[in-house]
């Protein structure tokens, strides 16, 4: 061979187009009876499929938002008590010395325990409210006694202070002109117990006596007799 065969190089050989198989376009024909009759009345409108909306931003199908249902509005309250200048810890109701009246005691995070008078037989409803000082920390407890003549308020300090209440009216109408005291009578306070538990974390009153029990953070319950203030046990 001469130098210029040897330096021939063959072309490289190129792969034949691979034949793509045509898809099956063959049509289909149906028969009589393979399909289904639907009747359609002209009373009931044609459900259209809804459509996704596609978000402006990333072209994703935008959620559906589910409308709520509308509910009854709120009625606003008959009447509104504001004598307490932070949160509502307790509160206890009980029937007053008149008819159609109530006493309602209330303790809060103002330090102050209240006696608010409410009067249903009035209208508008006007509440008058009565503070009961003495203590020195938020206000927890304020329970009445079972027959209605002692008030308990107890703090989170451990002061515990029971009230006399104003006579509660009788069951038939009353005679006597000084019976029953006029409305708004104040809460007497009774007595401030000595020290005992370091807070008064809950107080409830026996059912059948005028004795509470106070029960305390520190795991100690105590156990009281209303009439003289003594521990019991």
């Known amino acids: 061979k001469t130098m210029d065969d040897a330096m021939e190089v063959d072309p490289p050989a190129v792969p034949s187009p691979v034949e793509e198989t045509p898809p099956d376009t063959e049509p289909v024909f149906l028969e ?14 044609i459900e259209d499929e809804e459509e996704e909306v596609e978000d402006d931003v990333g072209g994703a199908a935008a959620p559906e938002i589910e409308e709520e249902e509308e509910e009854g ?6 009447v509104e008590i504001t004598c307490h200048r ?3 810890y307790a509160l206890s109701i009980s029937n007053a010395a008149q008819p159609n009246t109530f006493n309602i005691a209330s303790g809060g995070g103002d330090d102050v325990a209240f006696v608010t008078l409410l009067d249903l037989s009035t209208s508008p409803l006007k509440p ?27 703090d989170y300090a451990g002061t515990i202070s029971l009230w006399n209440c104003p006579p509660a009216s009788p069951a038939a109408p009353a005679v006597d002109p000084t019976f029953p005291p006029p ?11 000595p020290p005992g538990p370091t807070d008064c974390e ?24 209303a009439k003289t203030g003594a521990v019991m046990q």
Do not use: C, I
Not at 32 to 45: K, L, N, Y
Not at 73 to 78: F, G, L, N, Q, R
Not at 183 to 193: A, E
């Open 128 to 154: 008058t409210s009565q503070s009961l000082a003495g203590h020195s920390e938020s206000v927890a407890n304020a329970k009445f006694s079972k027959d209605l003549s002692l008030l308990a308020t107890g």
């Open 86 to 88: 932070g949160p509502v």
């Open 183 to 193: 409305p708004g009578t104040p809460f007497k306070l009774d007595r401030t117990l």
């Open 32 to 45: 009589a009876g393979d399909g289904e009759e639907v009747e359609v009345s002209d009373d009931q409108p």
């Open 73 to 78: 509005e709120m009625s606003s309250p008959a």
């Open 202 to 225: 809950w107080l409830a009153w026996h059912p059948l006596g005028n004795v509470f029990a106070v029960g305390s953070t520190d795991g100690t319950v105590w156990m009281y007799l």
